[in-house]
């Protein structure tokens, strides 16, 4: 059970949170101008590391914000979280 | 007082039933103990081989002796605490099962504290009593009955007195504090991430609770867990009689028990001297000590002792009788006759847990056994755990964890503890690390007793070319039973080492896993059973529905009425009238559970227009527009309707299981891709009641209700609202259908809900529906369920729904994937309908369709699925919707259900087999 540092309300347990992947996958400016291949980069590659991995957290039984936070995927060692946008 | 007691054991005495024999023990035994001390060798067969077993250790590390207790199956004998008419059954490894409800109550409980101490050993109670001085608020948890961790099987004195007594006293001092909290008969059982540790305590039969879970979050742990003696794989090393060393210490020292009469030991160091002399003491003979080392280490007290000799076979079918003893490097063997054959290969520390936080082991050739080296998380290993075996050592190492787990959480130590005085200890010569003693054949040197492997079977392993001791643990089974390997994981590894001739530093472990000792289901279950195991959402009609004797159906956490059935009528007749009258007069359905959310602020109508793939921001204030949202891959995520309540303000409506999915997806979106859009969601689902009114009656029933409203088409068309009086109360009228039939649904406060149910129902007129009528009606007519029609996988367009998808809006989520090549693969499975050749022919849902009339060869190309499947009345026929590969292209063709040898001919139809002009709606 992930001890998960939310920004707005602090330290909780991992129940408290859903998961929401690899951060900084931005929605692409303009999907129309982009090629088949990068739409589907977009739409289902997604890093997979042994180490630092920035992802998205959403406080869903707390204050439902979202937040990015880094976790290192070997220690599950989290650094703190920041606010989303 | 029974015969292999000690003279002089005083208790109170219990009795207990085992395989249908009554017996008699005392107060304080476990179950293993009172066997003992009624001369009860043999608990169970073994599982595979039918071997007799006995009992082997004296604590969790047990791998024989299994149990039976009541219901519960799977208990070691040596954990069960006696009790008055305890009634047990050995095992033959697996239990049995009982169909009936356990009764008992099970708990849980959230704890946090500054510094969790596991074990209240002598290490254990230094470190707990070092770090409560300190001020931090500590949890010592230990899962034996009685205090002291092998104190009491040593008979150790600390600080002068017997070293129970002095770690129940220890115990007792620290339960007496303010901020300390001492669980006892609590095994912590799993590490997890961040210091969570969770245990199960252990409150007896008559407690408020049976079992208690305890989840404890520590800013500190110190293990202080101790230590498993070694077994040793040689020739019979099964038979009962066959016992730990340790262990037998421990029934002499603990429980006034006499394993046997005649004793053997054979030792590879000085730990059995000491179980020789206390068990000698004790009133046990021994024959002679077995030492495979060159040069024994102290004196036998007067006991024969054979250096550099090893056990080459034991006697006894049913247990130990003999005990032929050769000398290690060959040589004509001799046999002693004895009742008991006790084994020590050393002491491996106990680093479960430390292992399951995530640390690194390494192999210490000192003592033979791996040992804690480098930690993940915020933690200490004190004592046995990590290697010190003498009891001066452990109070100071523990003590000195304790200091520094207190410190780490942030409090100071003042002062110095003072480690109580223990008995001086002869320096231990080294030990020899013997883990196997060589022979001929090796099918009955046993490496795991529960799953009957021998060397023999580890060895067939490594012949067949595996290196991994992770392979050969699932090849063999070794070390998968209930004590997951406790005394058999690290000797698996010895003997792969011996047969490939690497070291065991060089093979490590296999993985050790939570839990530590069997946990039961109903334990973790706690409370969450029966009606708490999920919550139960109910509309605000739902007592009606249950005086109306409406079935159930779970949708979501809802319960929605299935159907109203009357006197005689089976759930098929009722659907058919239910059916009827809304097609003919007029029906009635609670839709309160169908989600709401309000959306309001000035880019409501942008932010719509992004995440429908439907143009939202053109509809009229008092207008209503039915709506598609897909995620970016254009897969149809949910549907609904969406009411325009302001020019800033909608009312969007979501299905009944989804509404919180959607709530989130318009969240996400809007805080992390659109935070700059100005608008606020609120989920408004459980405001609402909601009467549904459908069929071609409505229209009268509504004026009767609502005399204020202009119910004509005119004045109300399809696809608008109006905020009215029905039925006295305030309501929000919205005339759509998911039936087909001239509908309207009538939104309420929910504390009216029953009031205008009630007037609904008082017009005599309209007959209540449930969900399975209104599935039935909306299928005739096409309109898809999302995520039964759907999963996941299917478009707008799939469904045939191209019109709900916007051309015009330059972007929307989903909109990019429509112009990907797979959406519009002419391939594609398509929402259609499928009417069977046998109109009495109900398809199951999830039938598979393939192209011909006689199975081809496997492997069968599917073509789809049969989605959802009614009988219909007013087509007079059963009916499906199927999703099914160019389905659109297939109208006419005949497709086959293949269903248990059958292929079962259908028509392909479209999806809407009912009204498709849609003149019925507009009544």
């Keep these: ?76 060692e989290i650094e703190a979280g920041e606010v989303t946008a | 007082m029974t015969s292999r007691r000690m003279t002089g054991w005083q208790g109170e005495t219990v009795r207990f039933r085992f395989d249908g024999r ?9 179950l293993a103990s009172a066997l003992l001390a009624n001369g009860v060798r043999t608990v169970a067969a073994s599982p595979a081989l039918g071997r007799p077993r006995g009992i082997y250790a004296a604590w969790t590390e047990e791998p024989n002796a299994l149990v039976q207790v009541a219901a519960e199956p799977m208990l070691q004998a040596t954990t069960v605490e006696l009790r008055d008419g305890l009634d047990a059954h050995g095992l033959s490894g697996r239990g049995r099962l009982t169909d009936e409800t356990d009764t008992a109550r099970y708990d849980a409980v959230h704890a946090h504290c500054d510094v969790l101490v596991v074990g209240a050993g002598p290490a254990g109670l230094a470190a707990a009593t070092v770090a409560a001085e300190t001020g931090a608020r500590v949890i010592i948890a230990d899962d034996r009955p009685i205090a002291g961790g092998s104190l009491p099987d040593t008979a150790e004195t600390v600080g002068g007195v017997a070293g129970a007594e002095w770690a129940a006293a220890t115990l007792d001092a620290l339960d007496g504090r303010p901020d300390i909290r001492v669980l006892r008969r609590t095994s912590v059982f799993g590490y997890y991430d961040d210091n969570y540790l969770v245990a199960v305590e252990r409150r007896g039969e008559h407690a408020h609770s049976r079992e208690r879970v305890w989840r404890i979050r520590a800013r500190r742990v110190v293990l202080a867990t101790g230590a498993h003696e070694r ?95 050769s000398p290690s490097d060959g040589g004509a063997g001799r046999e002693i006759e004895a009742d008991l054959l006790l084994v020590s290969g050393g002491w491996s520390p106990l680093v479960h847990l430390f292992s399951q936080s995530g640390g690194d082991l390494r192999h210490d050739d000192g003592i033979g056994s791996f040992v804690p080296a480098s930690a993940r998380q915020a933690v200490e290993v004190a004592g046995a755990a990590r290697g010190v075996f003498t009891l001066a050592g452990c109070l100071e190492d523990g003590a000195a964890a304790g200091a520094r787990a207190a410190e780490a959480a942030g409090f100071r130590v003042e002062g110095t503890f003072e480690v109580p005085r223990t008995p001086d200890e002869d320096p231990a010569a080294p030990a020899e690390h013997l883990w196997l003693v060589p022979g001929a054949d090796y099918s009955t040197h046993f490496v795991d007793l529960q799953r009957d492997v021998t060397v023999a079977d ?133 839709a309160s559970t169908l989600g709401k959310i309000d959306v309001q602020g000035p880019d409501a109508a942008e932010f719509l227009d992004r995440i429908y793939t439907n143009m939202m921001s053109t509809l009229k204030v008092g207008a209503i527009r039915y709506g598609v949202m897909c995620r970016p891959d254009g897969m149809v995520f949910d549907d609904g309707t969406v009411i325009r309540l302001a020019d800033d303000r909608f009312l969007v409506t979501t ?44 229209r009268d029933v509504l004026a009767g209700l609502a005399p204020g409203l202009a119910v004509d088409a005119a004045s109300f068309p399809f696809m608008t609202w109006r905020d009215t009086e029905v039925a006295g109360l305030a309501a ?111 398809l199951p849902e999830g039938a598979h369709l393939v192209e011909t009339s006689t199975l081809p060869e496997p492997p069968v190309p599917t073509l789809g699925h049969v989605t959802s499947s009614y009988r219909s009345a007013v087509l007079g026929s059963t009916f499906a919707l199927a999703l099914v590969s160019g389905g659109r292209d297939r109208m006419g063709e005949v497709l086959y259900v293949p269903l248990g040898g059958e292929q079962v001919p259908v028509t392909v139809t479209s999806h809407i087999l009912y009204d498709p002009e849609g003149a019925r709606r507009d009544g």
């Design chain 1, 1 to 76: 059970m992930l001890l998960i540092p939310c920004p707005w309300c602090g330290p909780r347990d991992e129940a408290e949170f859903h998961y929401g992947g690899q951060a900084h996958v931005a929605y692409p400016e303009n999907p129309a101008a982009l090629s088949d291949e990068e739409w589907a980069r977009y739409l289902f590659f997604r890093d997979n590391p042994k180490g630092r991995f920035a992802e998205r957290w959403n406080h869903t039984a707390g204050c439902r914000r979202w937040f990015n936070a880094v976790r290192n995927t070997a220690t599950n």
């Design chain 2, 22 to 30: 009554d017996y008699e023990g005392v107060r304080g035994d476990t």
């Design chain 2, 231 to 325: 077994p040793i794989a040689f020739a019979g090393n099964d038979r009962p009689g066959v016992m730990l060393a340790g262990s037998a210490r421990a029934y002499a020292n603990r429980h006034g028990v006499l394993p046997g009469d005649r004793a053997v030991v054979f030792t590879t160091n000085d730990s059995a001297y000491a179980a020789a002399r206390d068990l000698a003491a004790a009133g046990v003979e021994i024959a002679a000590i077995v030492d495979t080392r060159a040069t024994p280490s102290r004196g036998g007290d007067g006991v024969e002792i054979l250096t550099g000799h090893v056990v080459t076979a034991v006697g006894g079918d049913d247990g130990v009788s003999s005990v032929t003893v």
């Design chain 2, 458 to 590: 580890v060895m067939r392993a490594t012949g067949a070319g595996l290196r991994s001791v992770e392979h050969v643990k699932r090849y063999t089974t070794a070390g998968t039973a209930h004590d997951q390997g406790k005394l058999s994981g690290v000797l698996t590894s010895a003997v792969v080492g011996h047969a490939l001739g690497l070291p065991l530093g060089d093979l490590g472990t296999t993985t050790f896993r939570a839990p530590y000792v069997p946990v039961g289901f109903a334990t973790l279950a706690g409370r969450h059973r029966g009606a708490l195991h999920d919550p139960v959402r109910t509309t605000s009609l739902h007592e009606w529905h249950v005086a109306y004797g409406a079935p159930f159906e779970n949708v979501g956490q809802w319960k929605r009425p299935w159907y109203y059935p009357r006197a005689g009528e089976d759930m098929e007749t009722a659907v058919l009238r239910e059916c009827g009258a809304v097609r003919e007069s007029v029906g009635a359905m609670d």
């Design chain 2, 655 to 698: 299905t009944t299981g989804n509404a919180a999915a959607v709530l989130d997806w318009m969240e996400e979106w809007l805080q992390t891709e659109w935070p700059g859009l100005r608008v606020y969601c609120t989920s408004v689902t459980e405001h609402w009641a909601t009467v549904a009114l459908a069929g071609p009656g409505s």
């Design chain 2, 732 to 842: 929000r009228v919205c005339r759509i259908s998911f039936s087909g039939e001239l509908a309207y649904e009538i939104n309420v406060n929910a504390w009216d809900g029953l009031a205008l149910w009630e007037a609904v129902m008082g017009t005599g007129v309209v007959t209540p529906y449930g969900t399975e009528t209104m599935h039935v009606l909306r299928a005739e007519k096409g309109y898809p369920i999302v995520g039964q029609d759907t999963d996941g996988t299917v478009t707008p367009a799939d469904l045939g729904m191209d019109w709900v998808v916007s051309k015009k809006k330059p972007d929307f989520i989903g909109k990019r994937s429509f112009a990907r090549a797979d959406t519009s693969r002419p391939d594609r499975k398509h929402l259609v309908g499928l009417l069977p050749a046998d109109p009495g022919r109900l």
